[in-house]
């Protein structure tokens, strides 16, 4: 969840001088319980990045010609628009796969723990947010209470997700643009559910779900 927030001068100025430094990866507000926690899930989504990093090349637009297209029938028509668009898809969830890798093994990124009377929190409706200041986001995933009462998958799963708002500007916008062949592409990469759902789900299963089976349908009789 992205979080808007509003501050005075004063806070602004040293906000600006903050975001000038380079930051450094700490865990604070957290007992030792939660620490461990957070980072197992932390080790847990640098894993699967590793893993999607020798994974998404299979993804792009001549491997899935090759793997599913023409594996299974499926139509293609030479010059459709659609190709360039998953193409650009393609390379614009690679840039967040990479945004997100790298700002984790760089140790950019903090997490606050954060106690039951915070109200961003919500009472427990909210489990993680990012703080945003003029549509740029900052490097720090608050935790909630909340967040902890989840199992670590839910939690590694949860931490993609937030990080891809910290470093990858993106938004919740929980897979709106997907309406099976009016799917806009290009939100995709913006949209942190869309991202997160890669945590745990292998690429061809979530890429032949939301785009292939209605880029390529089947052949008629």
Known sequence: MRVSYTLSMKTLIVLMAFFSLKSFASISGCNPSQNQLVMQAEKNVILRLSDLEREWPLMSLTQVKKDFVE???????NGNQRHTDYSQYHQSMSAVFNKIGTSLSRQEISYQCESTSQKKCQEGAVIAYVLILFGRSFKTVHLCPSYFQSDLEAQSRTLMHEVS??????EDLALDWWNGDKTDMSKAPLDAYHVEAFYNEPSAMILKRTFWNWIWPRKKP
């Open 71 to 77: 594996m299974n029938d499926r139509v293609w028509v």
């Open 165 to 170: 708002h910290a470093v990858a500007n993106t």
